[in-house]
């Protein structure tokens, strides 16, 4: 990952002075700040990087222009009378071509830009507050994007509405106007977008867990794109926008109806429930829904309300130029609302965020694989959102940007999901193939045995333990995370001093492994079950262990300690029977809080 700073040059456009709007007019030097460029869903794209944008706008500038040009003209008296039928003409196949080029650079507008950027967010959502806030900012680009449209569709309009004026008896001239109206009433209306969406998951965290009244906190936002020019950020303070929480039963009818009406939802309520718009200079307009709450009505069976999706629609209402109204329904994307912590549900949450077409076909079903490259991208953003998860209900996320996976643990992950030859996932893998084992003990008889483990929660369990015991040395590099036994080995043997490597356990649930070679070259691995971590210090059990009595540096050549600042209960070694790891897997570790 870069954070790196370009220049982008643009081009000369030879166009008339003062004559419609330009966005390439001079070789204008703008400094483009690259936010997040590992992955192809943050590639931002500023209006004057984006040539094809340029390229039409200008196109339709320069008919604006011959339009206006034109209407000048017949409107100072030059044309004579003989000839006025023959240039009215004129400004009619001028105002087809005009028309023509707006409705080319609409469909860009909407079906490029606007798309492009919902379906970025959308596979976002599922990661950090930092990578989703890259996202958001890609909006002010947009933003200026759809202003300079929207100014020229404005200045049509008033241009067309001074040629009925002055030419009644042109009933073309009103056509003209009814066309133009429609384009400028359609582009205005989807111009306002949901630019925050809700989580993926609202849930309860931490010490709230156990609350009879929980509290689910969230921010969203919905924002107008460009309508400047239509004054629609004038008198804001007199407009709002009002929302409510619907199931996505209601949403489907929403999407048939936009008149359909809406109930209150009989499990939570929604606060708050209309906001002002707000006008800012360098921030939109834009309606902040912020601290959002979603609060239960009464006591609910939490299996009853994990199975339920729920969006939120924002009803609005706003009054624009060339006397268009925007009145309609905006829909969130879909969401759960959980009474408690359920892996399985936000698995399914995180692949319908990650995989479904939700923008082009709202409300639509998870595919049944997905690319190679896609789900290490998707299972990154959801590692680094699940280690930045608030451990208590009062606590807000923070804006930091997350750690990395690096390209030999992200293919450690895929090489578990069992990718096939032509580098597609199943997504049933992800929900139910086995890669782990926990021993577990009967509640009924007491006996113990092998429960297989999916791999959507071994995973999930990993970032967990990352979130609640480990956040600090996870940020400072000392753990190495996804690897193998066998690759742990060959990595330590490759160091020239004792070293030690902290890694995830593959075959046994929710453990983590120290794998250590001592100063004699033998290489010894221990472990910490997820229990162990909530009683211990990791830090100072590094220290303080005999098991790692002698080490120098943890793997690949950080000094122990100096990195750290600077027993008890006795495990059988339980082998698993479903798994079968190799016979040789168990020969030398113990756990690491067993006597010396």
Known sequence: MSHSSTRFVTERVDVPPNHGQQIMDTEHLMEADSNYAWSEVMSPLSPREDLIFAEKHNNFAVIYQQFKLEVETISSGQVPKLQERAFIAQIQRTIEEMYAAAEDEKMYLMNEVLCGWAIKQQKVSIGTLWTQEAVYQELEGIDQQFEYFGELLEQILTGLTYLIEQFSDHRAFEDAHDKFRTLAHY????????????????????????????????????????????????????????????????????????????????????????????????????????????????????????????????????????????????????????????????????????????????????????????????????????????????????????????????????????????????????MKLPVAEEYANKRTTGEGEWKLIPFYE?????????????????????????????????????????????????????????????RDGSIKHHWYEYQDLTARDIKKELLANPKFQGVDVIYPDIPLEVALGGSKKKKDKLKPRNLQPNTAYFENQGAATSQF
Not at 375 to 382: G, Q, R, V, Y
């Open 187 to 430: 582009f205005l209306y989807y111009s306002v977008v949901v630019a925050r969406q809700p989580p993926s998951v609202v849930v309860k965290c931490g010490e709230a867990e156990n609350h009879r009244r929980s509290r689910f906190w969230f921010n969203t936002e919905i924002r107008m794109l460009g309508g400047r020019a239509f004054g629609l950020q004038k008198d804001s303070a007199a407009k709002e926008a009002q929302c409510f929480l619907v199931t996505d039963e209601t949403a489907r009818q929403l999407l048939q109806n936009a008149y359909y009406a809406i109930l209150e939802n009989e499990d939570f309520s929604l606060e708050p429930q209309s906001v002002k718009f707000q006008s800012r200079e360098n921030g939109g307009f834009k309606a902040k829904f912020d601290d959002m709450r979603v609060s239960k009505k009464g006591q609910l069976r939490r299996d009853s309300v994990a199975t339920r999706r729920y969006c939120i629609c924002y009803s609005i209402k706003l009054s624009a130029a060339h006397g268009l109204e925007l009145t309609g329904k905006k829909v969130s994307l879909p969401f759960a609302v959980l009474v408690g912590p359920k892996f399985d549900v936000e698995a399914r949450l995180f692949l319908e965020r990650s995989f479904a077409d939700l923008v082009r076909q709202p409300l639509s079903d998870i595919p049944p694989a997905a690319s190679y490259h896609e789900m290490a991208d998707a299972l990154e953003m959801k590692f680094q959102a699940i280690v930045e998860t608030p451990q208590k209900s009062n606590d807000r996320p923070a804006l930091i940007r997350p750690r990395e996976l690096t390209t030999q643990a992200k293919h450690h992950i895929m090489a578990r999901l069992k990718p096939t030859r032509t580098a597609e996932v199943s997504l049933d893998n992800f």
């Open 458 to 518: 071994w995973f999930f369990k990993l970032a967990e333990i990352i979130n609640k015991h480990l956040y600090s040395m996870w940020f400072e590099g000392l753990i190495y995370g996804f690897c193998g036994k066998d690759e742990a080995e060959m990595l330590l043997k490759s160091c020239p001093s004792s070293a030690l490597l902290i890694r995830f356990s593959d075959i046994e649930y929710a453990k983590i492994k120290i794998s250590v070679k001592h």
